[in-house]
Structure formats: C-alpha cells, structure tokens
C-alpha cells in the first residue's frame, strides 16, 4: 500500500471564500490542492460539525466578537462546505478520510459538546441520532462521488465523546457521565452505520473505520482507552494519533507507544495530525499556537527545513515497524493563511499561519513539496 502523504484542508473553503490566494514556488497563483497534489500529497482529511453557528452572541473582553445565528468560523465545516471540498479532492483522484467531530465546534480532549439539535437526547435517542446522522452524511458523500476511503469517529477522544453522555472521565466526583461503557456504546452507534452503508463492506477496499486519540506519546493513555474498547468489542480498523512534538515530548515516547499499539492491538496505525512552524512571527497580531517556547519543547529547528525533517523522522519511525502496520502521515492545516474572515472562530485572527507550509504572502515553502522527496 502506499504511504497516506495526507493533509488537513478543512479551512480551505473559507480561505478562498475570504479571498486567500495561494501562490507556488515561482510565485504563480494556483489552487491548493493541485499544488499540494504536484509536491507529493495524496490524501485529504476533512473535518464535520454538525451545524456550526453560534448558540449565542459571542464576547470576549467586552468586546462582540459574533452573533448568535453566525457561523462559527473556524472553517465552518458543515456538510455543504465538506461536500464541496470533498468532491473537489476526489476529482484529482485524492483520497479522503472524514473527519466525524460529533460537535457544532471544535471537538478535543478539552471538550466534546453535543451538538446543540442533540442536547436533551440521551440513551438509545442519542445513539440512534448518531447512527442515522453517520448514515446519512456517507449517503450525501456517495450521492456526490465523493466515497470516503476512511473515517475516524470523533476527534482525539482521549476523555471519550458527546458528553456527558460519552464521557468517560468526572470533573467532579458528584458528575454524571455516561462513562466507558457509554463512549463505546456510541462508537458502535457510529460504526454500525458505516459498515451498513458501505457498499464495499467487507471487501479489501472497505471504508477503514479510525479511532483517534491526541497525545501520541503516552503509551498509558493509549492502553487504557484501547483496552477497554477491545473489551468491548468496538469495531474498529485503524488507530489514529495526533503527534505534536511540542506538546507531546520526544519522538522516543511516540515510537515506543506506536510500537507497542501495533504489537498489542494488531491494528494499524496513522498520525492524524502533526505539525510545527517556520517562523515565529505572526502575520495578523492573533497569538500563535507555536511560539518560542514551544519551539524549544518541540526540538525542531523553526523553518521550513525544520518542517520537513518533522515529517522525516515521523516516517522513519513508522518504518520500524512491521509491514502492513504503518499507514502515514497527515500535516493539519498546511494551507491556513492569515486572511480576515478566516479565523479560528468568527471574529478572531488564526493562530496557525506560522506553522503552514505558505509565506505570508501565500507563497510556498519548501515543506509544500516535502512529500515528494520522502519514500
């Protein structure tokens, strides 16, 4: 099989709503993912909220940010917007992994918010929401020839998902919350409806179903959560990991946790997610997820060479391990530039800019053709 040399594009259909230009090497303006495509990527991951608009008008220091009815920015990654990115990346013969956040926003191990529609469905009315939900999402995706070749159900569910309902951690010790047995159960919600969709069910070119956790490290987590679901019976192919070098330590602990997930569980495994910056400046005053600090935790040298040994050593490590166990990569958001109306939400700047493989210019770095000189 060959590598996933994947991204994350989920903001692209807001970037070029926005009014983002993306330029190639030369400085000629091209689409982003031909051009990703030439520099050697060969999957796309999408990210779905369910229905991104805000609950509530939104302030932060006083100051209105949006109003209660407005998207929520960030991409606004409902299923139009998923849909148009989806068939786009299937018309270049790009293969796709859905991204099933189960959420209205962002969805990570510090919060997993049901979707508003579902707020007071709980018990066998959530789990059928999420099925029929699932179903029909895939059912639109096939409608528009734009067949996923995987999907991972939620978004680094270290704590589980849908809380309270799929949450498997308290906050508190009075908290009630659906627990283990309550995440797997929506698990199976899920994943019943994408092997019932399938058309290729059961066949080598099936829908993988992912499960993805961030901290890629930290090999307890790991063994706590996936334990527990092969307890249960979870049906699932694939395990997914975020690997952020700095939040998630040495590549030493991500080797060691991968090595042990394949040995232990005798799944495949794929990062999710990864990345790190070129610069530390910043091009529209909204703070950087990546800055000095961060880039001394991470290890990496902070340009665009810097960039590509990350996905150098990542796919070394994967190369230790047996065949068939390694699937590849996925850098997040190679494509976010700073442009106003593109946000992390609406209202706000980006604080991703220095960690894509563009100038602030829209020009591309050398990390935009990294894929193509890694084997």
């Not at 409902?78 to 270049?92: E, I, N, P």
């Amino acid at each position: 099989m060959t590598p996933i040399r994947g991204v994350d594009v989920s903001m692209l259909d807001q970037l070029e709503r926005s009014g983002a230009v993306f330029r190639d090497a030369q400085g000629q303006s091209a689409e982003l993912l031909p051009l990703l495509q030439a520099g050697g990527v060969n999957w796309v991951r999408l990210r779905l909220w369910h229905h991104p608009v805000n609950p509530a008008d939104v302030y932060e220091n006083g100051r209105l940010l949006s109003r209660r009815g407005d998207p929520v920015g960030g991409g606004n990654n409902d299923l139009a917007a998923t849909l148009r990115m989806a068939t786009r990346a299937k018309s270049l013969g790009l293969k796709l992994l859905l991204d099933f956040h189960y959420s209205d926003f962002w969805a990570d191990p510090g919060k997993q918010v049901k979707p508003a529609a579902w707020t007071d469905l709980h018990g066998a009315a959530l789990r059928a929401a999420v099925h029929d939900y699932t179903r029909d999402t895939l059912l639109a995706l096939r409608e528009a020839g734009a067949w996923p070749d995987m999907v991972q159900l939620g978004n680094e569910t270290n704590g589980g998902m849908l809380w309270p309902d799929g949450k498997t951690w308290r906050a508190t010790p009075a908290e009630e919350i659906g627990g283990a047995a309550g995440f797997a159960e929506l698990l199976m919600a899920a994943g019943s409806a994408v092997r019932e969709t399938d058309p290729r069910a059961g066949q080598a070119d099936a829908i993988r179903i992912a499960i993805h956790l961030a901290d890629g490290g930290d090999n307890e987590l790991y063994r706590r959560v996936f334990d527990d679901l092969t307890a249960r019976a979870v049906d699932f192919d694939v395990i997914g990991l975020s690997y952020y070098p700095y939040f998630h330590g040495p590549i030493a602990g991500l080797r060691a946790n991968l090595v042990d997930l394949v040995s232990r569980y005798g799944k495949p495994v794929v990062i999710m997610e990864t990345a790190t910056g070129w610069t530390l400046d910043n091009a529209d005053g909204t703070g950087n997820v990546f800055n000095a600090e961060r880039a001394q935790a991470g290890g990496y040298a902070v340009s665009a060479k810097g960039q590509e040994m990350l996905l150098r050593d990542l796919y070394g490590v994967l190369g230790e391990l047996p065949a068939g166990k390694a699937l590849g990569v996925f850098w997040w958001e190679p494509g976010w530039l700073a442009v106003p109306g593109a946000g992390w939400r609406s209202g706000d700047g980006n604080g991703w800019e220095n960690q894509s493989w563009f100038d602030f210019q829209g020009r591309a770095l050398p990390s935009a053709s990294a894929f193509s000189r890694i084997r």
